[in-house]
């Protein structure tokens, strides 16, 4: 086990690299330019969100799943905006090398299943992999059509990409989608239909993406970004599922952790380690949760609710194994960055037993065993110092 454990951690570790790759986009705010990570994240948002209007047959899961993968090869290959002049065919055959790449740090049975999921994707010829593509058209386009004051060059690239470009073909695939952007370009507001009514929860969830965290990026350049966690720790739990007790869906634990932090665009993010005051920060975040999920149709503001209160709660066996990857993702970071947030907060091996290695035990006992005999390493050297 701890070999095969180790790959996964040494492939988790390695995409966290996807959060270094900028994007043309600019978050709504157009204060920076996206990251491919956080882009990630938000399209799975997309997924779940949009979920009743996907064709009957459509398995959002394996279109979340597409989602999380889809842009990793950028981690090798860099971001190809598609209004530039490029080699397509040799973008292609550099994607296909990295893919195979990146997959083969897993275990031969994982490398492979992420392989061909994301060669599903890129096809474009099954049901799932049309969903999650329709969905990796419109959301660029949105995030600049939403913004409070879009840039004109970037409108121009919408309707451009509208009109004979990649995103041409929504007027038959999604055609709710391409008559909300085009009424948006001419500075409509677009009619009521079940797609826009989720858009306005979709363009507030852009603000994830400026809530910033006390852990830093494996790289050490900056801390990183609410949004951008949780599409990490959704592959988290995607790669290290055989941890988890057998009564456990994986695929509702993602759900789980891809809302989990929504709720900091009001509260904020509340660092482990920090000094908290948990009842009003629990009040904060119920306040954030009934405002931001309510900004759906009723069916899914209560769905998400729900999500979000067992997540909190940890006391399924669902939220139990979420929670325990939520709190397993910082310490692989921090050792790998030399003590990262633990530095800063002074942050004692009893704590972490306490804060830490309680949800873990309780949730995914084997990363326990694989997590504790490193940092008991850790803090014995750090004593000595």
Known sequence: MTNRLSAQIEFLKRVDRLKSVNRANFLLDQSRAENAAEHSWQLALWALVMQPLADEGVSIDRVIRMLLLHDLVEIIVGDHPIHLQTDWQAVERAEQAAASELFDLLPEDQAEACLNLWQEFEADQTQDARFAKSLDRCQPMFQVLCAAAPRADHKAIVQDNLNGGRAAYLKTEFPDAYTAAQSLLIGDTPAQTSFSARLGFLAESDQLKSVYRASRLLSGERFENSAEHSWHIMLYAWILSEYAARDVSIDRVLQMLLLHDVVEIDAGDNPIHGHVDHAAQEAEEQAAAERLFG???????????????????????????????????????????????????????????????????????????????????????????
């Not at 009723?298 to 209160?309: C, G, I, P």
């Not at 066996?317 to 947030?341: C, E, H, I, M, W």
């Open 295 to 385: 900004m759906l149709p009723d069916n899914q503001k209560a769905t998400f609710l729900s999500l979000w209160h067992e997540f909190e709660a940890a006391d399924s066996p669902d939220a139990r194994f979420a929670k325990a990857v939520d709190r397993f993702q910082a310490p692989v970071g921090n050792l790998a960055t030399g003590g990262g947030s633990w530095v800063d907060y002074d942050v004692s091996y009893a704590q972490i037993e306490t804060r830490v290695g309680t949800p873990v035990k309780r949730g995914a006992p084997d990363l326990w065993a694989w997590l504790q005999p490193q940092l008991d390493a850790y803090f014995a050297a750090t004593a000595t110092m």
